[in-house]
């Protein structure tokens, strides 16, 4: 069967399941993050890099406690595990929030978790999606299983509009916790029906060998995925800049925290509908046409058109209109071609450096990009600077674009 051609009825059927469980999981997340993005960062600029920093240390941590679990239990046991533990803290932090226990502290630490939850659930499942489906079949169902995520990413937020006025915020995080699981009984649908496909990756579950800094060793010492590392740091250096530039802009226009929780899961949903079109209309059939090498320019491209406008036509509606654009691109193109990457290394890479890159690195990345921001926004060098240093950041990221393309086709 040729690697370009459409997938078969069996494919369709474990793409669909596989969009059902990324659908909930992004879901779950998509609809607590306008709480955590009113609740949990808070108006205090000082605080933000902080909190950041927590996030690395947080992620990073969990990363190499993930790598170590995996020396221990099977791998393709794990996800679903690791799943339902994240479920069992959204109903802990439900719990808290419903209370008066110092909320600013609680807040805090509800941003932090929900900034290792969000890179590591959904890092943990496309490793499993990538290990017991291979190339070949990814290649055809990525598109698929990425649009079912867009589908529940829409939901997520237009649920926390339609029901945090009568639920409130514990009620959202118990909702969370339940949509979570639902998506777990669908990773468990994927693996059975994954075990038929002939394209498939076929293989036992025993645990991986090596430690905990085994993934980051991973890392170090693979040309390929150091350039992965990069891609990703350029793309949380400029995903960050746009966030704080998007908290900066929403706390001058609603100081009330009701009026910004509406107004990211306006964005959030506008952009969700914006990368399901893309994906249904698109997205599988360029990654079986032109694979990675020409879609990863993609975002450098989008991520440096948007950042200039908003810099120097700052407000409300240019950044909805910017933030959904880019953050689609992101979506609908780059997340399933950089997903597509990882189903040419080695099921420990899979798993451990894949896990890295997508928790520590990326959060790494945001941590830089909060100190920079905070560092030109205190000598006051405004856009000037801040133009400035999208040179060397395109001109690196096209290059590491270019770079994991040649690669990835000479590990096919």
């Keep these: 069967m040729s690697r370009s ?6 494919e369709r059927l474990v793409g669909l399941w596989g969009g059902a469980a990324f659908g909930f999981v992004l879901a ?36 190499v406690a993930w790598s170590a679990i995996l020396a221990r239990a099977g791998r393709r046991r794990s996800v679903p595990v690791a799943m339902h533990v994240f479920s069992v803290c959204l109903m802990v932090f439900g719990g808290l929030l419903s209370t008066s226990l110092d909320p600013e502290l609680t807040g805090h630490v509800f941003y932090i978790w929900a900034a290792v939850f969000n890179l590591f659930v959904v890092s943990v499942l496309w490793s499993l999606f990538a290990d017991l489906l291979g190339f070949v079949v990814a290649k055809r169902v990525y598109g698929l299983i ?8 829409i939901a997520g937020p237009a649920l926390t509009r ?60 693979s040309r390929y995925l150091l350039a992965i590392v990069g891609f990703v740091l350029c793309t949380a250096i400029a995903a960050t800049f746009m966030y704080l530039e998007q908290r900066r802009i929403a706390y001058q226009a609603y100081p009330d925290d009701a009026e910004r929780t509406n107004l990211f899961a306006t964005i959030d949903l506008f952009t969700n509908i914006g990368t ?79 896990n890295a890159i997508d928790t520590a690195g990326y959060r790494l990345g945001d941590l830089v990009s909060s100190f920079v921001y ?15 240093a999208l040179g060397p950041l395109s001109l690196g990221w096209f290059f590491l674009a270019w770079l994991l393309g040649r690669e990835f086709k000479q590990r096919q």
């Design 5 to 10: 051609n459409p997938a078969s009825r069996d």
């Design 28 to 63: 779950s997340y998509s609809a607590f993050r306008p709480v955590r993005d009113s609740v949990g960062l808070g108006g205090a600029d000082e605080k933000v890099k902080w909190l950041f920093l927590g996030s690395f240390i947080a992620t990073l941590l969990a990363s």
């Design 146 to 153: 990425a649009s079912g995520g867009s589908i529940g990413a």
């Design 162 to 221: 339609a029901t945090s006025e009568y639920i409130g915020i514990p009620g959202v995080l118990f909702t969370s916790a339940v949509i979570l699981q639902l998506g777990i009984l669908c990773i468990w649908r994927v693996k059975r029906l994954a075990r038929a496909l002939p394209d498939a990756t076929q293989g036992d579950d025993r645990p991986l060998d090596g430690g905990p800094f085994r993934g980051l060793a991973s890392v170090v010492q």
């Design 276 to 354: 399901f079109l893309v994906q249904v209309l698109g997205t599988g059939y360029l990654l079986r046409r032109l694979g990675p090498t020409v879609l990863l320019f993609a975002l450098p491209v989008a991520q440096l058109v948007g950042i200039t406008t908003v810099v120097l036509v700052p407000g409300i509606v240019v950044l909805v209109v910017v933030q959904t654009l880019t953050r689609v691109v992101t979506h609908a193109i780059n997340r399933p071609t950089r997903e597509l990457l990882f189903t040419v290394v080695s099921t420990d890479e899979k798993y451990r450096a894949k």
């Design 374 to 388: 905070d560092g030109v926004k205190s000598v006051g060098a405004g856009a000037t600077l801040l133009l400035g």
